[in-house]
């Protein structure tokens, strides 16, 4: 039924153009600020979680998001939870047919480690990092880490020329470069990323732990049942009143990631990188080095 009304011409003009599917913490919140100068976004929100934890809802729950959107803007969406769920690709390409899919790739350890951060304040995860990793259900602290695969799924699904591959280390390096790169693959006009423009690009890292986990997991419920009706306004409220700060806050600060643990788990995702190696002619050295060492290297090549 989905399919059947997407076919309605009226209605594809107030659809995604494009997604940028993730995985989550690889600079998803920069380029959304970036996103929000050229293109038309979700209004109130940045991500919608249609096509992973809403889709029962229908493609009208989808639309009213877009529903102040100009006949000229190119309509996007960035929710980062999409990257490695094959129902995903699925449903996307069935009812957004021409869809660009934007991928952002980032050292596998370093991503992860800033995913578990974001999942233990929230009180969703509680087991050590490394038993997550291995032994966890959490898809977007493992599975999202298989690159190449999902990558290739992607490709092979939507086409190689509308998938673009963008990295979190040239993010880094150089933010402008970054950005008209994205843009350019989009078709949109380049946005200088003046002092101004960049303070306001936030980078969102997970810092510190929640005081309560069993009240930071019921806060968290609370946030998904709110957009689950589409009450964004009174999640922004509650943003604003500090509920969200202080449920997810005021625990102590995370420690360094072991130096041990890292150099197991830089082991455990080898083959996983070498194969993104392969499949993007691009050289991932950095990504298999403990963080001195890693530091040290992208030092030496800028």
């Not at 929000?36 to 992973?52: G, I, M, N, S, V």
Request: glycine fraction near 8%; include cysteine; charged fraction near 30%.
């Amino acid at each position: 039924m989905i399919a059947n009304e997407n076919a309605r011409g009226a209605d594809v003009g107030r659809l995604p153009r494009f997604l940028l599917v993730g995985p989550p913490r690889t600079g998803t919140t920069w380029l959304h600020g970036v996103l929000y100068h050229r293109a038309c976004l979700p209004e109130r929100t940045k991500e919608t979680h249609f096509f992973d934890m809403f889709y029962h809802k229908g493609l009208d729950w989808y639309r009213a998001y877009f529903r102040h959107s100009s006949d000229e803007a190119m309509i996007g969406e960035v929710t980062p939870t999409y990257f490695s769920l094959p129902q995903m690709r699925e449903r996307i390409a069935r009812d957004l047919p021409g869809c660009k899919i934007i991928c952002t790739l980032r050292d596998p350890v370093a991503r992860a480690w800033s995913w578990y951060r974001v999942l233990h304040r929230e009180g969703r995860i509680r087991a050590g990092f490394e038993d997550e990793i291995i032994n966890g259900v959490e898809p977007q602290l493992r599975e999202a880490n298989r690159y190449a695969f999902h990558l290739s799924a992607w490709r092979e699904r939507f086409g190689a020329a509308n998938v673009g591959v963008f990295f979190y280390d040239d993010l880094v390096a150089d933010p402008q470069r970054f950005a008209d790169s994205l843009l350019g693959f989009l078709g949109l006009p380049r946005v200088v990323i003046t002092p101004e423009v960049a303070a306001h690009l936030m980078r969102n890292e997970a810092n510190s732990d929640c005081r309560i986990p069993a009240l930071a997991y019921r806060a968290w419920r609370l946030r998904i049942r709110l957009k689950s009706i589409r009450a964004d306004g009174a999640v922004e409220r509650l943003e604003r009143l500090g509920l969200w700060r202080f449920c997810f806050g005021g625990g102590g600060r995370f420690a360094p990631l072991d130096f041990e643990i890292e150099t197991r788990l830089r082991r455990f995702f080898m083959p996983e990188v070498e194969a993104l190696e392969d499949l993007l002619g691009r050289d991932l050295r950095a990504w298999k080095l403990p963080s001195p060492e890693r530091a040290a290297s992208i030092a030496a090549r800028l």
